[in-house]
Each structure stands twice: as structure tokens, then as C-alpha cells.
Nanobody, 124 residues
Framework: QAQLVESGGGSVQAGGSLRLSCAVS????????MGWFRQVPGKEREGVAR???????AYAESVRGRFTISRDNAEGTLSLQMNSLKPEDTAVYYC??????????????????WGQGTQVTVSS
């Protein structure tokens, strides 16, 4: 049974930092692209950052230079360090695992397993 559990969300003032973690229990974690997505009510789920099986990463333009994604295959964890947070970063954040051996993309359809989400609120 695949399981992804996010933690680390919360409330912070603009300019602050948060670190999200995702504990992953999943077959062949090391062979899956992993991603962080976010969603606000009434909008589509947005890809924020992704990291492939070689640990090469990519970011949405809106977070590049402020967010850093990382993975620990031995521990089965995915992280997102978020610095210089802005009110527009407020959303529910989800971690996701791709289908096995798939190319790493931002589209949500490329991801097979999802966490339950963690709320991040940034106040001005």
C-alpha cells in the first residue's frame, strides 16, 4: 500500500521560511520522479518543484531561487525548503510520486501517488 505523508506546514509571515517533508512508503521510490504541487480553492493544482531519479531538479518560475527540493532515497523522504515566502505562496501543498520509470514532468497526470496535503499560510 503506497503512502505519502506530508508534514511541516503552518503559518508564517512574509519573508519567513518553512520546510515541508514527505515520508514516502512506496515500492521502488528511487525509480520515481517526485514532485511538490500546490493548490488554492478554485484553481488548478500547480507544479512547484520536481526532482528526478538522478536528483536533478526543476522549479516553477514563481518559486525559482526561493524553494529547494531534495530527496533521500535511503530514508524514503522528500523535502521542500521554502525561503522568502510570499502571501501568494499560500496554498495546500502536496507531495506526489510518479508512475514507475516515467519521465519527470510537471503535469499532475504524470503522478500516480499523492499525499493528503499540508496547509501553508503566509501573511503579509
Amino acid at each position: 500500500q503506497a503512502q505519502l505523508v506530508e508534514s511541516g506546514g503552518g503559518s508564517v509571515q512574509a519573508g519567513g521560511s518553512l520546510r515541508l517533508s514527505c515520508a514516502v512508503s512506496l515500492v521502488a521510490f528511487h525509480r520515481r520522479c517526485m514532485g511538490w504541487f500546490r493548490q488554492v480553492p478554485g484553481k488548478e493544482r500547480e507544479g512547484v518543484a520536481r526532482i528526478d531519479v538522478t536528483s536533478a531538479s526543476a522549479y516553477a518560475e514563481s518559486v525559482r531561487g526561493r524553494f529547494t527540493i531534495s530527496r533521500d532515497n535511503a530514508e524514503g523522504t522528500l523535502s521542500l525548503q521554502m525561503n522568502s515566502l510570499k502571501p501568494e505562496d499560500t496554498a495546500v501543498y502536496y507531495c506526489a510520486a510518479s508512475f514507475l520509470d516515467r519521465s519527470c514532468m510537471f503535469g499532475p497526470d504524470a503522478y500516480r501517488h499523492w499525499g493528503q496535503g499540508t496547509q501553508v499560510t503566509v501573511s503579509s
